[in-house]
């Protein structure tokens, strides 16, 4: 059936395996020894990249029905790999495998792809140079990464300044095989996954929180034990549905088995703030992760809202989906404080700002901050949309057909393996 503007999102909708915690679950059993089981994995690209990688480090994944078993390594037995390890598009991968590198007395060349290759490593790099790792980048700042890993790391006490869970995880992973206590001290809470995996795995791992800080305290006195681990849905993939859902009253969706972690689900508040029906059903831990359902029912348009830059973190890879959103919803929306948004796959802020312009929506960009100027009136639609093989920016285009008289035309879908291969499939059969 053809997705346009007539187009009502229905149905019962399992999203794919949660991304972030599909790598980190494959890099995390690949450091006890022992068997870990692993279902319902996110098969992207950018995740089977890292299960290459671990496997390239010495590390054995099988698969047998539907089902990932690892049997790892311990902390700081990581195999000399005989060639150069390829993260593809994945700077989730290339970032925090380098922070597992770093405390082994292994030297390995990492590469990406042409996107990957222009993206910033030095933000982590500099803090596993400290520990007594030797790095070198391209420029300073780019892939390839060659490392050199200490054997004998330093535990230090790390401020980190960019919100950044993956700085956080690397300098996590690091901690492996430091002897001693690794202190880390956040200004902005980020996703917290790594940390309950630990958690879940027996670790001796402390986390407090404040109001303006997030303090994480690691020893390697306890061994991590294997773990079975079903990989909940992903709210990122999720999001496209779920506002495509709020976009069009009459739409009805129900989407089961989603990570409702606080820190991954800022867009579900700002669609709720914007006047998105969406109840919360069914929530349970499972591996000190919030799992939910969801229940959209949409019964009325969209209204604006503003995002101050401290509620950004918590919904970075949304923005794209959301400016679609805010395409729709009567008034001026702002988005403020985007700067992560130009370091991404692409530069996104550009690109949403571009693209929102061809399909026939007035939008500003000042000092990073994003002005949509929307209403509830069809876009004129037809065009041809950027994306850059930027994954979230062509589906989060490929879902405003549903606002644009005429669809947009989006040439090479491909990049859409890196996340999430099934998208299209997905999208067609929640479409009435």
Do not use: W
């Not at 019962?12 to 279902?39: C, M, N, W």
């Not at 790390?158 to 992973?173: N, R, Y």
Request: contains cysteine; positive net charge; proline residues 4%.
């Amino acid at each position: 059936m053809p997705f346009n503007y007539k187009s009502f999102i229905k149905g019962t909708y399992f999203p794919p395996g949660d991304k972030s915690i599909s790598h980190r679950i494959l890099i995390l059993a690949g450091q006890v020894i022992g068997k870990s089981e692993i279902s319902n994995l996110l098969e992207g690209e950018d995740v089977l990249n890292t299960l290459k990688a671990m496997k390239q480090l010495g590390v054995q994944i099988k698969k047998k029905d539907k089902k990932y078993f690892v049997f790892g390594t311990p902390p700081g037995g990581l195999f000399q790999p005989n060639q150069k390890i390829d993260f593809g598009n994945s700077g989730t991968g290339i970032r925090l495998i380098s922070g597992l590198i770093s405390s082994n007395n292994i030297e390995v060349k990492l590469v990406g792809d042409r996107s990957l290759s222009k993206r910033p490593m030095k933000r982590v790099t500099e803090h596993l140079s400290k520990i007594g790792a030797k790095v070198e980048l391209n420029k300073g700042l780019f892939p390839p990464i060659k490392l050199k890993g200490s054997g004998n790391a330093i535990p230090l006490t790390f401020e980190i300044i960019i919100p950044s869970a993956q700085i956080k995880s690397a300098i996590m992973l690091s901690a492996l095989n430091t002897n001693g206590t690794v202190k880390i001290k956040e200004f902005k809470t980020t996703r917290d996954h790594t940390e309950n995996m630990l958690k879940s795995m027996g670790y001796n791992i402390k986390v407090r929180e404040n109001s303006t800080h997030r303090f994480i305290e690691m020893k390697n006195n306890k061994e991590l034990k294997t773990i079975n681990y079903n990989v909940p849905g992903d709210p990122s993939s999720a999001a496209f549905f779920i506002s495509a859902a709020c976009l069009r009253p009459g739409s009805k969706l129900v989407v089961k088995n989603i990570l409702f972690n606080k820190t991954r689900i800022g867009f579900i508040k700002t669609l709720k703030n914007m006047g998105g029906n969406i109840k919360i059903t069914h929530r349970k831990k499972i591996h000190n992760e919030l799992i939910a359902d969801l229940q959209i029912e949409q019964t009325k348009k969209l209204n604006s809202t503003v995002l101050k830059p401290s509620d950004i973190p918590l919904q970075v890879d949304e923005i794209p989906i959301l400016s679609i959103a805010a395409s729709f919803a009567n008034g001026l929306t702002v988005f403020k404080g985007l700067k992560e948004l130009t370091v991404k796959e692409s530069n996104r802020l550009l690109l949403i700002h571009e693209n929102l312009k061809k399909i026939g929506v007035k939008s500003e960009i000042k000092n990073y901050d994003l002005y949509i100027f929307g209403n509830n009136d069809l876009k004129k639609g037809g065009a041809t949309i950027r994306h850059n093989d930027d994954h979230r920016i062509l589906m989060a285009f490929y879902i405003s057909n549903m606002i644009c008289k005429k669809n947009n035309i989006i040439k090479d879908k491909s990049c859409v393996n890196t996340s999430y291969p099934a998208f299209f499939k997905d999208i067609s059969q929640f479409c009435n």
